[in-house]
T-cell receptor, first 113, second 108 residues
Framework: EAQVTQNPRYLITVTGKKLTVTCSQN?????MSWYRQDPGLGLRQIYY???????DKGDVPEGYKVSRKEKRNFPLILESPSPNQTSLYFC????????????FGSGTRLTVV | GQQLNQSPQSMFIQEGEDVSMNCTSS?????WLWYKQDPGEGPVLLIA?????ELTSNGRLTAQFGITRKDSFLNISASIPSDVGIYFC????????FGTGTRLKVLA
C-alpha cells in the first residue's frame, strides 16, 4: 500500500530534550515536506525537500532541522524542544511537487512540557 | 507570509443540503488544490485545478479555479454525514501554502 509513515503518533517530552520524528514514504516520491498544524493557524510548512540532500526552509523553520540522506526518509529533528513547539505534525510526499498534490502521513501529536 | 483566506470558517448544514466555500488570495497562483482532513488524520487531496476558469468535478464535489487566478470555490452537493471534516485550499510547488480551513459539520 502506498503510504507515508510517521513515528511516533504521540510523544510527550520535556523542554530541551532532543527528539526525532521519523517519516518514510514507499512511493519513490522526490518531494517531501513537514508541516505543523495549530488551532486557528491551519497547516504551516516547516521544511521541504526537492530531492536527496536538497532541503529548504518553509514558513516556520525556527527550532527545527531536517535531513534527506535517502529518498524515502525525511526525519524532523528538534534539537532543543520548547513548549511553543507543542503541535500536530504532518509529513507529506509528492511525485511532482505540491501542484500535483501531497500524500500525507497520519500525524504526530507532540507535547513539550 | 502569503495567506489564503477561506470562508466560511465553519458551517453546520443539514444532510442533503448543498455546501459552498471559497478561498481567496491577494496573489496570483497557477494551480489551486482542495484537500479534506478527517478528524485525527492527515489531509487528503480532493481536486486539483490547473487552468483559470476551469471547473472540475469529483463525485459530488465540484471546484472552480477563479478567472482572476486569485480565488477558488468548492461545492459539495447533497451532503452526507461523512462529509464532516475540515476543507483546505492550497497553492504552491515547493513552498506550499494552505488556507485557514472551513470546518464542516453535517446534521443528520
Amino acid at each position: 500500500e502506498a503510504q507515508v509513515t510517521q513515528n511516533p503518533r504521540y510523544l510527550i517530552t520535556v523542554t530541551g530534550k532532543k527528539l526525532t520524528v521519523t517519516c518514510s514514504q514507499n512511493m519513490n516520491h522526490e518531494y517531501m515536506s513537514w508541516y505543523r498544524q495549530d488551532p486557528g493557524l491551519g497547516l504551516r510548512q516547516i521544511y521541504y525537500s526537492m530531492n536527496v540532500e536538497v532541503t529548504d526552509k518553509g514558513d516556520v523553520p525556527e527550532g527545527y532541522k531536517v535531513s534527506r540522506k535517502e529518498k524515502r526518509n525525511f526525519p524532523l529533528i528538534l534539537e532543543s524542544p520548547s513548549p511553543n513547539q507543542t503541535s500536530l505534525y504532518f509529513c507529506a510526499s509528492s511525485l511532482g511537487g505540491g501542484e500535483y498534490g501531497y500524500t500525507f502521513g497520519s500525524g504526530t501529536r507532540l507535547t513539550v512540557v | 507570509g502569503q495567506q489564503l483566506n477561506q470562508s466560511p470558517q465553519s458551517m453546520f448544514i443539514q444532510e442533503g443540503e448543498d455546501v459552498s466555500m471559497n478561498c481567496t488570495s491577494s496573489s496570483i497562483f497557477n494551480t489551486w488544490l482542495w484537500y479534506k482532513q478527517d478528524p485525527g488524520e492527515g489531509p487528503v487531496l480532493l481536486i486539483a485545478l490547473y487552468k483559470a476558469g476551469e471547473l472540475t468535478s469529483n463525485g459530488r464535489l465540484t471546484a472552480q479555479f477563479g478567472i482572476t487566478r486569485k480565488d477558488s470555490f468548492l461545492n459539495i452537493s447533497a451532503s452526507i454525514p461523512s462529509d464532516v471534516g475540515i476543507y483546505f485550499c492550497a497553492v504552491g510547488t515547493y513552498k506550499y501554502i494552505f488556507g485557514t480551513g472551513t470546518r464542516l459539520k453535517v446534521l443528520a
